[in-house]
Structures are given as C-alpha cells and as structure tokens.
C-alpha cells in the first residue's frame, strides 16, 4: 500500500526512542507554484539575495512578536520536550524533537542576533544562512503540525508551533513557500472557500442534503444560504459540504437549528471556517480571511456567529477572530465597534457548535433515543487546537467538557483513551497544521502512530467502535491513515453525526415510531 | 591583585545590570499580538499570577513532563536559593536574625545544587536525546557552576578563609574604596567564576530566568472573546 514502512505499535510506548539521524530529511511538501505566492503577496521563486531576506525578515518578526524573541533565547536545553512530539515517536529522526526542530531556527539566530553567536559560532551551535539550513528548514518546519503538545511540557512554555510559523513566513517571504497551503489560500480569498466552490455549486449541494433530511426525517428542513436578516451566521469548514464523514455533522448541525427553532443562514462570500493563515504564520493572510466573515456578518446583518466541526478553524475564531477583524465582544475601536454593535452579546462571540448544542441539551429543548447509536462504542479525539489553543463555555477545561457531555448525551458506550494521550496532552492527529496534503503521506502515517496506539488500546480493552472527532482535517487524516493501520476508514464520525442519528425532531417520523411503541 | 578583583566585580556588575536591563526592556517592549496562552489557562489576572507562580516555584509544567529533569533541575534552583540566602551575609553590615538562623540551610542547599547539577550532566552525556541537542556552552556552563559550588563547598570544609577580611573587602566596595581581600585560591577562584558568570548572564540562555515572566503561552490571560486584544502594529491594520 505504501512505498514506506508503516510504524509498528510499540510494546512500551514510554521507552526511549534510539535516534535514527536524517530518517525523514527526505520528506517535503511541493513548492508553490509562481502564481500561488504572488496572490498572496509573496514573491513567486526564491529571490536572489535570498539569505539576506531571510535574516531581515527574522529580524522583522523578532520585532513583532514577543514569543519569538522570547523562545529564541530562553530555551536551556533541559530535554523535557524531547520525546513528546508525535511526528519524534513515529519517525526517531531528531530532527522531530520539538527543541532540535526549533534549533533549525535558533541556530542562525544565534549567528545573526546574538553576540555570542556572532563571535563563538562553534561554542554555542550558530550556523549561518545556508542552502543546506534552507533544505533542512523546508523539511522540518513542514513536519510540525503545530499542535503544541511540547509547549505544555516546557517549562517556559516554548511554543514549537510559534517557530515554526516564523519559520514558514520567513520562507513565504523570501519566495519559497508550500504549495497545499498558499494554493488553498489562494482560492478561499478568491472564491470563498478552500475547495474553490462557487455559491451555485454549494447551493445545489445544499439542496440535497435537504432532501436527504426530509427522505429520512419526514421535515422540511432547510439549510439557507445568504439569507439577509437571520440571526444565526453558520462558519463551517467547507470540508463540511462535501467529504466523509463531514457531511453528516453538517446535516446534525441543520437538524439542530431547526429543532431550536432558530432563523441561521450559511454564508456564500464566507463559505469557509479555515484558515490556512494561521499555518503559514501570515497575519496579513490570517487578517484578510477574517475579515471575509465579518463582512458576510454586517452584510447580512447577523447577532450571532456560530463555528462548525474544525480544530484549527476554531482556533483562529476563538483566539484571533477578535484581534483580527474585530468578531466578538469587548472592542473600543471604531473597526470593532463597526460590528460589535450589531451583535447579541448575551451569546458567546463566536460559539463553538457544541457550545450551543450542549446548552440546548441543558435547557432540555433536545430529545434523544439513545438505542439508535448503541451499534456504536465510542472514543473521542480532543483536536490538538482545540484543546490547548482555545476554550469553550465558561471555565477553563471547557472544550475537554463540553464535546465529551454532549457526545454521552447522545450515547450510552463511551470510553475515553488513555490519559496521557487526551485532552491538554493529546496527540495531534498527524496531519494537521497544513500537512493534510498527499506530498506528506510518509509524515501523517508515521506521526499518526500515538493516536492509533491509544485508539488500538481502547479497541481491544473495550470494543470500541468508533472514533468521534470536532475538526474537518482530523476527520480527513483518519479516513485516509485509519486503514494503514487496519481499521477500517468509516470509524472516524461527526460528532454531530452521533447527534443527527439519536436526535428525535418534533413531528419526525423517528418522533411517531418512538411514541407508538 | 584585590584592586584587580574590585574592578572585575565593578565590570561585572555593570555588564549583568545593564544587560539584563536591555534584555528585559527589549522582552517588554516586544509586543505579544495575538493571544496564544497553552490553554486551558486562566481566565483572570489572579489565575495567571497563580499560574506563573506554580510555574517559577514549583516547576509545574517540568513536573508533568519528566520526574528526574525536575528533581535534578529541582534540586539545583532551590539549593542555589538557599545558598543564596546564605551569602547575604556577606554583603549586609547588621544580619538579621533569620538569615543567621538558615546558614545550616545554606550549607545543604550546597549539596542540592551540586548533587542536581552532576544529575542534569550526567543526563546531558547519558541520554541521546539530550546529548543530541547539546552544544558545548551547555556543558560550559554546568562545569562553570559545578566549579562554583566546588570552590564554595571548599572554603566551607576543607580551606577556610577570613570572612571578616572578606567581608569587609565586599562591604567596602559598595563605598568605592577598596580593601584587601584574603588572598586564599579557593576564594579566588570562586569569585572569579561568579563574576564570569554574572557576566554572561545576559548573553546566554540563563535568560530564561527573566524570559519564563514573558512567555505569552504562560503568561496571557484566556479571554480573547471577551476582550479585544490588540498590538500597535495590529491596529494600524485595520481600515473601516
Ligand atoms: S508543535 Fe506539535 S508537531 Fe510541532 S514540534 Fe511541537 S509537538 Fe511536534
Ligand atoms: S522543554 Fe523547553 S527548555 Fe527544555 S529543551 Fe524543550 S524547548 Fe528547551
């Protein structure tokens, strides 16, 4: 099946990994092409001071970001982080030790800004800009997917995911970018979405999934599309409108609206949740993405904003939706004010789907039957930027909660996987971060490896069915990597997929059949 | 050769306190644009503070990670403390009772940082992984402090030196007028070294002693929906 060899379980998953030097230097994603990088504002090949470039723009971005400047000298190579990358244990290359891989960058750091560096090269580990430091960049820097499982472990929370968002930027900069993420980019700012599909193409789609719902449910639930004056903005992957198992969160999420009795409407012009930005370390890409949704939410005059099924998408709208184009609450400044005032600040801004499902099961407004899941045994996979780059509720540890309620709402056979491999330290599932990309099969299978060892666990110990994933990579990743590792691809689910299937809609079918017995 | 170690601790200080100075007024006035706390964190100020505390006292997140990283590492930071504490009193004129009644302390807080650090060493030679991201100034900078509580442990037990005379070397300083100091190669020696390492202090990664206050990841409240946060340069961006 693959021209690699896929990672076999460990017996002790804890033991020492002996390192195998260069075992995945071989690994890079395409080059974006000319016309990838100039729509975003990059130069189209490598320019030719390229070296020069590429320590101004460090310099540039040391200027700009604290974390950078900060994680750039602090780290005091204790080793604590060493083992704790996925992409490390599934490949031994130490070049994947979050602390190796953030001395890719240090290193010329070092040289460039440092006074000892610039005089003791050899003593403290500087190198100068090189093609080979290049190489080793392009290749590493695309095997980190950014989860920031090592910063939890670093005694001053040195973020790897930070660097190497530098690290991606400097190279964006200098004209020599990837090719999934600039491309992707590149068609959500010109279309819409990533998948590059025009509003005609969504709404017919849209159509038949209505006709999906009502074949199944008996009801004329819709999934509206530009609808001036609804309450409710839906941002949801675009993964959402037309892959598996995506699909089917989408219609539990349109069931809900209509059992909420709620006026939403999904957005053409903002038919996307991703943001690529955020991978390629971009603000001004990350900022324009953004921007797209709030326009789409003054244009059509929306109160709420709600986020669908994806990790790193809901990162972004959490953490930076706010900073960036000013969506959500608490903004003096005329830009946020410009929005701000439209919106219901007694919700959330924005709010997480769970968030709003969750509440609804609260109040009591949802019925479920509970036996129309039980064929299902299931887990559930906290995603990486769910879980330590964002919240939901109204506590810290919310986005640990809340998915987990609503997903034992709806299910009686749940189990969680072993602790060390869920919530603040769960493992990324391999392809996150702008590696969900064919050019990096070899990577997402190998780093893959900690989820299915803690998934296989579970499957063996309590007959687990099903692994229940909140984010549209996650839910690509393990559909294409579950089968090189002998499960079957449809065992990756929605959660509101689970939802769909135990929701019991007023006047449904499901309704008469269950009152009837 | 006391002339020569007044100046030496004259450069020194100067060197440590401006640059540290510099280092944490470039950490302050780099801004944090967007908001990146290792969540879950705390959602108040109080939280953070409690946060960062848990993190510089205790070591948490070393905690969670790897048993002998933070006893070893444990070990050295509070032994260096205590040891700490101990030599204030060579440097304030009156001592005050509780410093006199930790001296013992201080003597043990020489054995933690001795005992942590040939832990961490030992960890850097043995294990690959931390070999494979070691560079010589790591090693460097264990041999400087290891030789540094050497030297100390070794006026303690083995060569005794006149504190006084020593005291009053050091209490002088603060005066500018120089007396002399005791002529002993322990203490020489050991002085020596502490200057060194005053020294590259603020060119090395012992900023990770001022830097784990600016980590963004640690340090940032989690409210970003709540409250718009923003940095100059973000601001300029956006246009109405
Ligand atoms: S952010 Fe994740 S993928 Fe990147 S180095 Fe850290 S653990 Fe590995
Ligand atoms: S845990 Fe932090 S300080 Fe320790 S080696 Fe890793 S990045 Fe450096």
Redesign the pocket.
Known sequence: MADFQVPEYREYPGAPIPLQEGATAHLKPFLAKPNHQEQLGFPGELVENWEEKAIAKMGDLLNRYRSLRVYMDACVKCGS?TD?????QGTADPK???VA??DLMRSVYRRYFTLAGKYFPKLVGARDMTREVLDEWYSYFH?????????VFCPYGI???EI?MAAREIMDSIGYGQKYCNEILGKLQTIGNNLGLPGKALESTLGEFEEEIEEDTGLPVKIPIDKVGADILLITPSADFFAEPHIDGLMGYAKVFHEAGVNWTLSSYASEAANFSMFIGSYDNLKVVAERIRKAALDLGVKRIIVGECGHAWRVAYSFWNTTAGIGSGGDEPYAQALQKQLDHNYPIPQHICEFIWDLIQKGKLRFDKSQTDWRTVTFHDS?NVARGSRMGNYPGGQFDIPRNVIKAVCNNYYDMDPDTIKEKTY?CGG??GLLTDDLMEIRVK?ALPRMEALNEVVKDHGVTHLAAICAICKAQFAKILPYYKFPMDMIVSTHQLVSEALVMTGSTQEEELDEE | MSVLYALLFYVATVIFVVGMVMKIRQYWNTPAPLKIPTTPAPTTATGVVFRMAREVLVFESLFKSNRWIWIFGYLFHVGLALVTIRHLRYFIEDVPTIIMVMQPLGVAGGFMMIIGLIGLWTRRIVVERIRYITNPSDHLILLLLVMIGFSGMMMKFISHTDIVMLKTFILGLFGFSIHDLPLDFPLLVHLLLVATLMIIFPFSKLLHAPGIFFSPTRNQIDNPREQRHTAPWTRNLDKL
Do not use: E, L, V
């Open positions: 982080c704790k990358c996925h992409y490390f994947n030790m979050p891989r953030q095997q980190c997917s950014q989860c920031r499982r090592c910063s973020d790897t995911a190497s990486c990324c996150g971060g780093g």
